[in-house]
């Protein structure tokens, strides 16, 4: 130590340290200033635009004109390429050079056609190492191309993050030359860095703060920043304060790089493509220099994108993944929403994305990771068991605007009881920058202290790409084990898990879903995407079912494997977490609505095709006109509903038709419904329809007044309310505007009730009685609806009609009911949970807008009554009242979101008895699966009806047919235990089965699990919630 006194001034010594380190302050005489030696402009630069994103083989053929520093370039969303010649001066023998370039569009840099290095400014990446020590054997002229993006890390938001992308803006060239880097300098200032650091987060009342004080301050004195020779004594102080160690106790961080892009957001898919490069051919070179250095890798679309565009990377990526350092991990598609994805599309999640890494990689993950998504479902659980993961991690949770998360490290517990080792770093983020904050918050916000001591650090820059830096691994490198901060090691998550599971005797478990308290108005925002995600999951699911079924009876015929799969992975990749909740830019949702178009059209043809060769197979030949029409019904069910016939012109011709469980039947003539439907209008104005299950009272403005069940004379509606009351709220959120509805919302409730066209008859009754009328929302937007109900149907629909023209409002449609419940029953994937319709604690009221799926339900003893939609995702329930959100029109980060047309239907199910009994569950998926006319050529006479599948019990729904993945003569059957009981029964199927095995949701067999084929079926039991799947071999 100086032998001169250090007077006591905490303050002066810290601020001398920092100044030392400052790269504002005082740079012509601290460290900070020598960071780089002398410099050189390029040789030459020269630039060409293209508003496209071409490959490389193609830039380098363009003609590039010259271009300076300072140039600027645009619009947003082109890319400027740069043609850069470089000589190195021959005087910088042994030093470190760097290509240097700053600006604020996105960077990539190609050498000799390959992409070496991305270069992004906010990512703290803005230099290219062109060698560590310069030698006269190395080329020192060289040609490099900058493929440069015209888009920043986070897009193009005009003014703030999240507003709409300028479509106008310019990008510039700040700066390109080459330097002489001071890697001593660089060293150093790391060290200065984390004692600085120490000294402030330690604070006043910390020993060791004050050792790294006298640490950094007697740095300061020995440094002569003009004698590079001097630095060596600094280091040699810092290195025996780094050096001093913890005891055995201390709790350990398991830093993995990572870099979390999102697969679109604030800038397209295509865009997402380039950004995995830039981020992982960085991460690469990092590898390269830092054995030890694993990162993280998650979302298989993104590998496969690289796979495709960037081959060259794609096959180092891999040899770094063999050598354990490029760690894949998810096990799914891409990222998706937590919550909105049905069941199916969750396991297809898994399925294609296992199966990637398992094909590319060798191994299939062992952890979920989900870090950015806004909830996760109660039913994850089960699913991942089944995908063959039992960890997870995810931190979106600390976001929770009300409560706080009470675990770290727990066990989560799913609808079914499956459990899932769980950790949620710390440090709240999954970008940290290996910062003493980031590995000191590690342990102080570690909510499971004593019981869990392992926790992880995902350090590199996120959402935007980027990924960790150098500098973020000199940090760690530094403080592996420093008295004072946790031991750091690098890890993949494999050893952070099985630290953590070494060690969980202690642990919570946690039971049900992982809600998250804000973003709840991503559940409706966006409607046309969760309309196309609906129907989109629908169609696929009868395309399976039909072909399966068209295999069965012919092994010849060929099962369109390769279009499903191209078409599920459309579908999967709209469930991305920022797409499917509708809080991406406007080109997003072009592109995702371009998506579901595709799935809709090629699905609609392959949905014919199929169709036409199961019907040959059934020996059934091409009819003639006049020839009639075919009911296909892909739900495990016999229905018995009203059909629209094509053909008829002016006068929809009606049928009431009975179809088998996944079955056909012929539509020769109507069957006479035992009770027709009656329509009556009162004096007043009113209509009154009813089926025999339902008499339904509406009033002029097309409000509810009564909906009866006849039989037990039970009304839902609550006493002097109205059900089908469209409410209007205003909408404006503190900052997230397409992803949040904030709680005082609801305080600026305005019922809609400006009639534009009263109530009318559309169809008098027989097999339908329905009426129509339209409401004025406001002077632009306007709702039209028709009221139907049909023959023998125990709901009532509300096909609906909006044109939407609002800023910052929120459309719902509220039913006050004759029903008293402190819980109501929401849908989700193969299965349904309870929540609360109070606010009794703050949990409560943080769930004021919730997420479900087909159905929602309130229920008291013995009577309830179901809210059913085709399109929708958000609900609330308080006290009595059960409803619906419809639209939302937020404008960031789509300026345009949802202005325009909408068509969607809802349905009211009044029922005795449970919902489970009433069928509650099988209807909402009537409503979803419309029972489909085949094709008109098709059709031909048939002798009866033909059924493939049926289920003795009617809590457990056979979801899923499809040809199995590895085994062209196998049908894959997944099934699940609807109502929460434990339950038995017979599967029957007219198929030709030869043999049965239990197999898990990948699809593999368990030889010691056969499932024996008797006369009577395939015997099965299920417990609460259980999925079980079947891997058919057909004979
Ligand atoms: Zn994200």
Redesign the pocket.
Known sequence: MSHYQVIKNRRTLLERAEKFISDVYFTDCNLRGRLYGSSCPVESLSSFLTPKRIPFSEAEKQTFQLAKVGDSFGPTWWTCWFKVSLCIPEAWKGKEVHFLWESDGEGMVWRDGQPVQGLTKEGQKTSYVLTESLTDEEPHSLCLYVELACNGLFGAGQGSMIAPPDPDRKYSLQRAELVVFNRGVDELLVDFEMLVDIVKLLGENDQRGFQALFTANEMVNVCDVTNPNSFLAARKLAKKFFSQKNGESQHVVHAMGHC???TA?LWPYEETIRKCARSWVTAIRLMEKNADFIFTCSQAQQLEWVKQWYPGLYSQIQHFASRGQFVPVGGTWV?MDGNLPSGESMVRQFLEGQRFFHKEFGRYCTEFWL???FGYSAQLPQIMQGCGITRFLTQKLSWNLINKFPHSTFFWEGLDGSQVLTHFPPGDSYEMKCKVEDLLNSVRNNKDKGRANHSAVLFGY??GGGGPTQRMLQRLERVRDTDGLPRVQMSSPDQLFSALEADSTLLCTWTGELFLELHNGSYTTQAQIKKGNRQCETLLHDIEVVSSLALSRNPSFQYPADWLHKLWRLLLLNQF??VIPGTCIEMVVQDALKYYQEIRSAGAELLQEVCRSLLAEKGVHEGKEGSPSLALNTLPWERSEVIQLPGGAAEPTLALVKVPSVGIAAVTESIEPDCPVSVSTQADGTVVMENGILRVTVDKAGRVASICLVNSNREAIAGGCFGNQFVMFDDVPLYWDAWDVMDYHLQTRKPVSGVIHPVEVVHSGGLRGSVKFSLRISEKSSISQELVLDARCPYVKFHTEVDWQESHKFLKVEFPLRVRSPNATYEIQFGHLQRPTHWNTSWDWARFEVWGHKWADLSEHGFGVALLNDCKYGYSVLRNTLTLSLLRAPKSPDATADMGQHQFTYAVMPHTGSFQEAAVIQNAYNLNFPLRLLPKETGSPQTGSWSAFSLSSSAIILETIKQAEDRKDALVLRMFESHGSSASAMLCSALPLKEALFCDLLERPDATHPAPITASGISLTFTPFQIVSLLVILK
Do not use: A, N, V, Y
């Open positions: 979390h892009i999102d957001w990222e870090p950015d998504t996120g959402d977490h920022d």
